[in-house]
């Protein structure tokens, strides 16, 4: 208790089972190390009472479940817990608008929240060795994204858009890629469900301030909700309620995305009908649904 006015403290390599909780009165507490341990949970009493910490690294401990107060870390910019039995993330890791860099490096991740494309700062993600199959569409919230590892997953595609981070570095090796087979489709001509018709042609029109739907739709307001999960064509820009298909484009990292390495990455892309599909010059290649 003498030692609250401590900024940094190191605990790591012992065999503490738990956060000592008289941390919580260590308020100036600026970086905590709690590496190396035999730690199973994190108290959330703990977690309020740090409001200056900056870095918390619990990496090699025994933790499944980071608490949702985490989020009361206001000055969290970095935090590292890798090597630990982690299952989720919680979404309100997405309220943490300081954080910088995340490690969560060899855990037992099945997916991550698309709440995390909500940090404006974030730089560094690190999740490598997990368990991940997907990444959550979205992805164009990672403004300040330089270095993501997600190497040794399970991921088959990349999400819409991801072509367009401003990625330094990227590590994906040791996952389950769609492989790069060219597929033309066989399909001549798709006919358009009454409803999908009228979507799309509600859409089109509702962009027009002075057109009939735009005047008309405020007074159906389960229309407007029904065509508020509507998508656009990746070729043509056009609007559609269904999606028609979903593609895979494979960009290359160096002449896409600018990055110094060159490799090959399959992106998800949606497409309004098989005519746009066949309409390309070889640049989608793996179909992956119907
Ligand atoms: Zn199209």
């Not at 730690?39 to 949702?68: C, F, Q, T, Y």
């Not at 608008?97 to 494309?117: C, G, H, V």
């Not at 919230?141 to 991921?155: E, P, Q, R, S, Y």
Request: glycine content about 4%; overall charge neutral; proline content about 6%.
């Amino acid at each position: 208790m003498c030692l609250q006015k401590l900024t940094e403290l190191n605990l790591g390599n012992n065999v503490l089972e738990e956060i000592p909780p008289v941390l919580k009165h260590f308020s100036c507490l600026n970086k905590l190390y709690l590496y190396a341990n035999k730690i199973s949970h994190l108290p959330p009493e703990v977690l309020e009472g740090l409001p200056n910490l900056e870095l918390l690294n619990l990496n090699h401990n025994r933790i499944k479940v980071i608490p949702a107060e985490i989020k009361r870390l206001c000055s969290l910019k970095s935090i590292s817990v890798t090597d630990n039995h982690l299952q989720q993330i919680p979404a309100e890791l997405g309220l943490m608008k300081s954080l910088t860099e995340i490690n969560f490096t060899n855990n037992k991740l099945t997916q991550i929240p698309q709440q995390l494309y909500n940090l404006p700062q974030l730089r560094k993600l690190y999740l490598a060795r997990n368990n991940l199959t997907d990444l959550p569409e979205g992805t164009l919230g990672w403004k300040t994204l330089k270095i993501l590892d997600v190497a040794g997953n399970c991921l088959s595609v990349f999400p819409v858009g991801f072509q367009f981070l401003t990625l330094e570095e990227l590590f994906f090796e040791g996952n389950s890629l769609v492989p790069f087979t060219l597929m033309e489709s066989i399909q001549v001509k798709e006919v358009f469900s009454l409803k999908e018709l009228s979507a799309r042609l509600i859409l089109q029109q509702s962009t027009n301030k002075l057109s009939v739907v735009s005047r008309a739709l405020p007074v159906f307001p389960e229309l407007q909700d029904m065509l508020s999960h509507w998508g656009q064509c990746a070729l043509c820009s056009q609007p559609f309620l269904t999606t028609w298909l979903e593609c895979v484009q494979f960009i290359n990292t160096r002449k896409h995305m600018g990055m110094k390495s060159s490799q090959s990455v399959p992106v998800r892309v949606l497409l309004c009908s098989y005519d746009c599909f066949n309409r390309d010059d070889h640049q989608y290649y793996g179909l992956v649904r119907l």
